[in-house]
């Protein structure tokens, strides 16, 4: 079993900046991607940003040039800076993580930018 725990969001102004946290454990493997994804309460779920166990990444449309996925390995953890952050980055995100056939998430942590 794989447990995912987020942390790091909040309230922030517009223009702000705010760093998200996912500590991964369990039986984890080397070989899997991490990421993000956000949604708005009765929507679908958006594509954020995923990273590879060698480092590669990748970006939804909406967040490119703002917003920085990483990880550490040797944690298990992932990790997401968001700046410029706009009021319509609002959304509850949720940590990842895909092993295989499997897809394992986190409870999510709201993230609230005011104009």
């Known amino acids: 079993q794989v447990q995912l725990v987020e942390s790091g969001g909040g309230l922030v102004q517009a223009g702000g900046s705010l760093r998200l946290s996912c500590a991964a454990s369990g039986n984890i493997f080397s070989t899997n991607t991490m990421g993000w994804y956000r949604q708005a309460p009765g929507k679908q779920r958006e594509k954020v940003a995923a990273?590879?166990?060698?480092?590669?990444?990748d970006y939804g449309d909406s967040v490119k040039g703002r917003f920085t996925i990483s990880r550490d390995n040797a944690k298990n953890t992932v990790y997401l800076q968001m700046n410029s952050l706009k009021p319509e980055d609002t959304f509850v995100y949720y940590c990842y993580l895909r092993l295989y056939d499997n897809t394992y998430w986190g409870q999510g942590t709201q993230v609230t930018v005011s104009a």
């Open positions: 990273i590879s166990s060698g480092g590669s990444t």
